[in-house]
């Protein structure tokens, strides 16, 4: 860095250019209220409620004292990033509602509508299943020569006073819950209870990170019935049609290409939106057997002066059918072991941002177990540690 020498107009009449860039790590908790699920422009977003509290009051207005000018409340409250993009009125991600000022904390509360980034878990012809995410981030800011570091407050006895779910007035079951966390007509929950993960990054002295995700349902019975019941109907007429030996060529071939027709019109369903397209995919497989078989099906006993390669066409139509079955047993497995790892209502609820500072603790402390708590689970990376709750 540069000696203190006479400035540019940037940092305002008369000001020096500091010797060095001072680091201030402050503490801070944020309070996220889930109230519901819901789509926007094609998307899907969570709204809900942030608080954001400061408890390190003396250290943020130290700076404003020492350089003789005042400084809103607003600007010591530190932004937000979600996805790695910036998070304001502007984006219309989050909006500020008020802020309250004690002498022990500052708090801030933010109306908050995040986008969920979306990501397939379980895609198998008829069932889709995908984690729907927002990785929160607060972002440091800078003000000359003073730079603010955010690090995450977490309750060290309540998992539901750092992120909780709005309830029903009168709830009396989880699916009541469900139905009032479920704004979205595309998607369904598995559970409505998120998973939470804060991320601490080992070279750092601070924590600003979390994420909160949802497992959803983007296709399940409804599309099995909705696409193998029909399926079924076809092997069931060209099974009739081949082992009658009643029908001439012509008709056998009419037929034939009524099923192929009605089976275009079924299949494309099965093909799903993806990040990365794989060619030999189940779904794709599946897809490749039944118009196989389908076109076994479709020759006439005159042609070869035998019946096998329709009687061939039909078997294999039929085992085509062991695909769905596969993924339906497949989905219910992969249902029950999210639902059976997931928190109870108990975990999502609290006081919201009545806690004090001795109720909490760090993501840090958490992640490097200068306190151990067994509420938090930890899990140690090459670069991060993940503290789940």
């Not at 139509?317 to 997931?342: E, M, T």
Request: net charge neutral.
């Amino acid at each position: 860095m540069v000696d203190s020498t006479p400035s540019c107009d940037l940092l305002g009449e008369g000001s020096t250019r500091a010797k060095e860039l001072r680091e201030t790590i402050v503490k801070v908790r944020n309070f996220f209220l889930i109230k519901h699920l819901k789509e926007t422009n094609g998307g899907l977003s969570v709204v809900g409620t942030f608080i954001q509290s400061l408890f390190d009051d003396d250290s943020i207005m130290q700076h404003d004292c020492e350089n003789g000018k005042d400084m809103s409340t607003e600007n010591l409250f530190f932004a937000y990033r979600m996805n790695d993009v910036t998070a304001d009125n502007d984006s219309g991600w989050v909006k500020d509602r008020r802020i309250e000022a004690t002498e022990k904390r500052l708090r801030k509360t933010l109306q908050v509508n995040a986008p969920l980034e979306i990501s397939t878990e379980y895609d198998i012809f008829p069932f889709k299943t995908v984690r729907a995410s927002v990785l929160i981030e607060l972002s440091s800011s800078s003000l000359r020569d003073q730079r603010k570091r955010p690090t995450l407050l977490l309750h060290k006895s309540s998992k539901g006073d750092n992120i909780s779910i709005q309830l029903p007035p009168t709830l009396t079951s989880e699916q009541e819950l469900t139905e009032n966390m479920n704004k979205s007509l595309s998607y369904d929950f598995i559970t409505p209870y998120p998973d939470i993960s804060y991320f601490y990054d080992k070279n750092k002295e601070y924590c600003p990170k979390f994420e909160v995700s949802f497992h959803l349902v983007e296709y399940g019975i409804s599309k099995f019935i909705g696409s193998v019941f029909p399926m079924i109907l076809i092997a069931v007429l060209n099974t009739l049609q081949i082992l009658s030996n009643n029908a001439d060529s012509a008709s056998f071939i009419l037929n034939a290409s009524i099923f192929a027709l009605t089976a275009v019109f079924i299949l494309p369903s099965i093909t799903t939106k993806s990040r990365i397209e794989y060619v030999f995919s189940l779904n794709n497989v599946y897809i490749a057997v039944v118009f196989i078989a389908l076109s076994l099906s479709s020759v006439p006993e005159d042609t070869f002066d035998t019946n096998i390669p329709a009687k061939a066409g039909m078997v294999l139509l039929w085992f085509s059918f062991f695909a769905p079955i596969y993924a339906l047993v497949g989905y219910y497995n992969f249902r029950r072991g999210i639902r059976d790892k997931a928190s109870n209502i108990g975990a999502f609820t609290g006081k919201g941002g009545n806690a004090s500072m001795t109720d909490l603790i760090t993501v840090k402390d958490i992640a490097t177990k200068v306190e151990p708590t067994k509420l938090y689970e930890v899990k140690g990376f090459k670069k991060f540690v993940k503290v789940s709750s």
